[in-house]
């Protein structure tokens, strides 16, 4: 079937404004992640969902940043009044919900905020 | 001090050669490790797991040492397709039904003829 979907694949925008990002897991998957790939840094986590809870946002680094998750599916995660330091590449994951099953990682979205 | 911990590298290295990476990780508490391969501007792939017994793949064998807090992956006969950037990662926890997983900053490989 069909892997981890991203939307959109690149997003160029102006600092100050609201973006919006898109993760379509692979269906069955009832885990969702969400992480971040900075230039020449690791990836960083964000924060996941359990169906359509997110049990844990610490990750989120500040409170600019929120996520949602509706019908145990689609996830979007918005940025809002983006700044420069946002520039990265965030990357969404999915598993089955078992602490031990393998996540799954979509292409990402590249956002650059000018 | 970071929570995984690799030689950025880049390891260069010919066709042929066995090339080895070695990985450390700090939280004792870690309950399952993976070696991911990320491609030039892709997302990372999982390549395999780890295990205290030794895992083979092929050209491709991980080795995990609790004790140390070591992971280890060694790459034998490389070939060109082998070059990419290889990312230790750990996972702890997050609920009985989730973990999350560290990432190491990656070691970076280049095949060369």
């Known amino acids: 079937g069909a892997g981890v979907s991203q939307s959109p694949s690149n997003k160029v925008t102006e600092k100050g404004k609201d973006v919006e990002l898109r993760c379509d897991p692979i269906s069955g998957h009832t885990a969702l992640y969400w992480y971040r790939q900075s230039l020449g840094q690791g990836l960083e986590f964000l924060i996941y969902?359990?169906?359509?809870?997110?049990?844990?946002k610490s990750g989120l680094p500040s409170d600019r940043f929120s996520a949602e998750r509706t019908g145990g599916s689609v996830s979007t995660l918005t940025i809002q009044r983006t700044q420069q330091e946002d520039s990265a590449v965030y990357l969404c994951a999915s598993s089955l919900g078992q602490v031990k099953n393998i996540q799954y990682f979509g292409a990402g979205t590249r956002l650059s905020v000018l | 001090r970071k929570e995984v911990e690799q030689d950025p590298g880049p390891f260069n290295v010919p066709e042929g050669a066995t090339v080895a990476f070695n990985c450390t990780y700090s939280n004792s508490a870690s309950q399952s490790f993976f070696w991911y391969r990320q491609d030039c501007r892709k997302e990372p792939k999982l390549l395999m797991s780890?295990?205290?017994s030794g895992n083979e793949d092929g050209r491709f064998t991980a080795q995990l040492n609790r004790a140390s807090q070591y992971i280890s992956l060694l790459i034998r006969d490389s070939k060109l397709s082998d070059s990419a950037t290889y990312l230790c990662v750990v996972t702890s926890e997050l609920t009985g039904t989730a973990s999350k997983l560290t990432f190491g900053t990656g070691t970076r490989l280049q095949v060369t003829l």
């Open positions: 969902f359990q169906g359509n809870s997110a049990p844990d």
């Open positions: 780890v295990y205290s």
